[in-house]
């Protein structure tokens, strides 16, 4: 199953509102996860299963979608949200990532 | 305290092997499914390997498929990869990282990382 989110980079200022969108090449229920990564730390896990948010994470972070669309929308940006996003599937016999989507500064 | 403590990377020519380990502590390891991600210098995330809680199950990459091998030994809380017929693109920070398969979450703590460096 291949993963392909969009956009690759997208350029924000904080208080904005951002969606990123992931689509799977065939459907994957909601068996869904996204990761936020920062330079040179390790992934940290923000949602599973589509739209389940981890405990901790901001409630200006939500996930929806389901079969082979997804979107991780940030509400209001804040400057701690600066950071590559990644989407991942685990419904099959893979774990596949989409490519990541770097949420820049505007 | 969850801690998983990856290690056995290092340079190795192409075509040579290399056993990665990762040693989990602070959590029930033998309920968790374990699972390899790596990531080239300044690339994305790639899935390379997974292995159920009671090696039932065990998956690959297609691109690692054929050379690399996961196994698990429960009564020591560790995860192994042996990796063999190393590539130059196998050049990558190699995560472990754990997932509890029950309530379907994703993969929810990882270790910082060990370097695997493929070259002549």
């Known amino acids: 199953i291949q993963m392909t989110q969009s956009p690759s980079t997208l350029s924000a200022s904080v208080g904005d509102r951002v969606t990123i969108t992931c689509r799977a090449s065939?459907?994957?229920?909601?068996?869904l996860a996204w990761y936020q990564q920062k330079p040179g730390k390790v992934p940290k896990l923000l949602i599973s299963?589509?739209?389940t948010l981890e405990s901790g994470v901001p409630s200006r972070f939500s996930g929806s979608g389901s079969g082979t669309e997804f979107t991780l929308t940030i509400s209001s940006l804040q400057p701690d949200d600066f950071a590559t996003y990644y989407c991942?599937?685990?419904?099959?016999?893979?774990?596949?990532f989409g490519q990541g989507t770097k949420v820049e500064i505007k | 305290e969850v801690q998983l403590v990856e290690s056995g990377g290092g340079l190795v020519k192409p075509g040579g092997s290399l056993r990665l380990s990762c040693a989990a502590s602070?959590?029930?390891?033998?309920?968790?499914?374990m699972n390899w991600v790596r990531q080239a210098p300044g690339k994305g995330l790639e899935w390379v390997s997974s292995?159920?809680?009671?090696?039932?199950?065990?998956y690959y990459a297609d691109s690692v498929k054929g050379r690399f091998t996961i196994s698990r030994d429960n009564a020591k809380n560790l995860l192994f990869l042996q990796m063999n017929s190393l590539r130059a693109d196998d050049t990558a920070l190699y995560y472990c990282?754990?997932?509890?398969?029950?309530?379907?979450?994703?993969?929810?703590?990882w270790g910082r990382g060990t370097l695997v460096t493929v070259s002549s």
């Open positions: 990282a754990r997932r509890f398969v029950v309530q379907g979450r994703g993969f929810d703590f």
């Open positions: 602070g959590f029930t390891f033998s309920s968790y499914s």
């Open positions: 292995i159920s809680s009671t090696n039932e199950y065990i």
């Open positions: 065939q459907s994957i229920s909601g068996w």
């Open positions: 299963k589509a739209s």
């Open positions: 991942q599937q685990y419904n099959s016999n893979s774990r596949t």
